[in-house]
C-alpha cells in the first residue's frame, strides 16, 4: 500500500467495498452520484487517499486551482478516495474518484490491499452506460458476477464479457486473484438525454445496493432529483417532434414487456436504428448492450 495515504485507522468489520469511478462508465454521471449520496447519507468518514501521482494523466484529468479567503492559490488533485461507515446492514468501505489512466494492475493491488487490511468480504463496483431506453420509465439495472453463490444470493447474472475493459473490469480481475468475492451493478441511461445527469439512475443503483448490502439509506433527495429530472428530460423532449416519437415508441416496448428488473424478467431496449415490436430486448440482451458499449469505448 505504499501509494495509500491513511486518514483515519478505524476499526472496521469485514467490510463491503463500494467502488465508482469517474469518466466513461459513469453515463450521466449516476455511478459517481450514488456513492456521493451513500458517503452522505450514512455519514462516512475520510478513510484514505490513493495517491494520482502514479496513476493519473493530469493532461487528460486536469487538477484545479483554488483560492483561499486570503486569495491564496492551491492545486486540488484529482484524488481517488476512500470512507468508511457502519451501517446496520454491515461496515463499509466506498472508494470514488477519476478512472486511473495509468498503471491499472499497481492501482488494483492498492485497492486489494486496502481490502486484505480489513479482512473485505466482497466488492461491489457500480457503473451506468447510454442506452434506447426512456427516461419516463423506471431505470433498467443489470447487476452481474462471476461466483456462483454471489449469482445466486444477490440474483445477478453470470459474467460472459470478452472484450475491451476499464479499471471495473481489472479491479474484478485483481479481486479474483485474492478470492474476493465481486458483483457489479449497471444503470441503463437515455442516451437522448447524455448531457443531462440522472439522478434516477443513481436513485435506481443506491436502492439496489442497499437491498444487496441490508444496509438502508434515507433517498428523500434522490427521488425528489429524479422527478425535477423526469420534468426536464420530458420539457426538452416536447420540443422535438422526432423525439417525440422516438421516446414514445421506447416507452410502448417498455410498457409491452411489464419490466421487472429485480426478478430479472424481460428487459425492454429499443434499438436506435429500427425500433420494431420484434426488437424487444431480454436481459441476456441488455447484457449484450453492455459488453458493446465496453468494446465501443475501447475502440474510441
Not at 40 to 55: N, S, T, V
Not at 263 to 282: F, G, H, K, P, Q
Request: hydrophobic residues 45%; aromatic residues 6%; contains cysteine.
Amino acid at each position: 500500500m505504499d501509494h495509500v495515504r491513511w486518514m483515519a485507522q478505524p476499526t472496521l468489520h469485514r467490510p463491503t467495498i463500494i467502488a465508482a469511478f469517474t469518466g466513461w462508465n459513469d453515463a450521466g454521471d449516476a455511478a459517481s452520484n450514488s456513492v456521493r449520496h451513500l458517503i452522505e447519507a450514512w455519514k462516512a468518514q475520510p478513510l484514505a487517499e490513493i495517491d494520482p501521482e502514479e496513476f493519473t494523466d493530469f493532461a487528460t484529468v486536469r487538477p484545479h486551482v483554488r483560492l483561499d479567503a486570503g486569495m491564496t492559490r492551491s492545486i486540488v488533485w484529482p484524488t481517488v478516495g476512500l470512507w468508511s461507515a457502519s451501517t446496520p446492514g454491515g461496515d463499509v468501505i466506498m472508494l470514488l474518484g477519476p478512472e486511473p489512466s495509468l498503471r491499472w494492475r499497481l492501482f488494483g493491488e492498492q485497492v486489494m490491499a486496502v481490502a486484505g487490511k480489513f479482512e473485505a468480504t466482497m466488492l461491489l463496483t457500480l457503473g451506468a452506460l447510454l442506452a434506447d431506453v426512456p427516461h419516463s420509465r423506471p431505470v433498467q439495472l443489470m447487476g452481474t458476477a462471476t461466483d456462483q453463490a454471489m449469482i445466486e444470493r444477490f440474483d445477478l447474472q453470470r459474467s460472459r464479457y470478452e472484450g475491451p475493459t476499464g479499471i471495473v473490469g481489472v479491479l474484478h480481475d485483481a479481486a479474483s486473484r485474492i478470492d474476493l468475492p465481486s458483483a457489479s451493478l449497471w444503470a441503463a441511461v437515455p442516451a437522448y438525454a447524455s448531457q443531462v445527469p440522472s439522478p434516477k439512475a443513481a436513485l435506481a443503483l443506491v436502492e439496489r445496493t442497499c437491498e444487496m448490502l441490508g444496509c438502508p439509506a434515507s433517498t428523500a433527495r434522490l427521488v425528489s432529483d429524479a422527478g425535477e429530472y423526469d420534468a426536464r428530460v420530458s420539457a426538452f423532449v416536447g420540443d422535438d417532434d422526432e423525439l417525440i416519437g422516438y421516446v414514445s415508441r421506447l416507452e410502448s416496448l417498455a410498457d409491452s414487456g411489464e419490466l421487472d428488473d429485480d426478478d430479472d424478467d424481460e428487459v425492454e431496449e429499443a434499438v436506435a436504428s429500427e425500433v420494431t415490436d420484434e426488437s424487444r430486448l431480454n436481459s441476456d440482451e441488455l447484457m449484450a448492450e453492455v459488453e458493446r458499449f465496453l468494446r465501443d469505448q475501447g475502440n474510441a
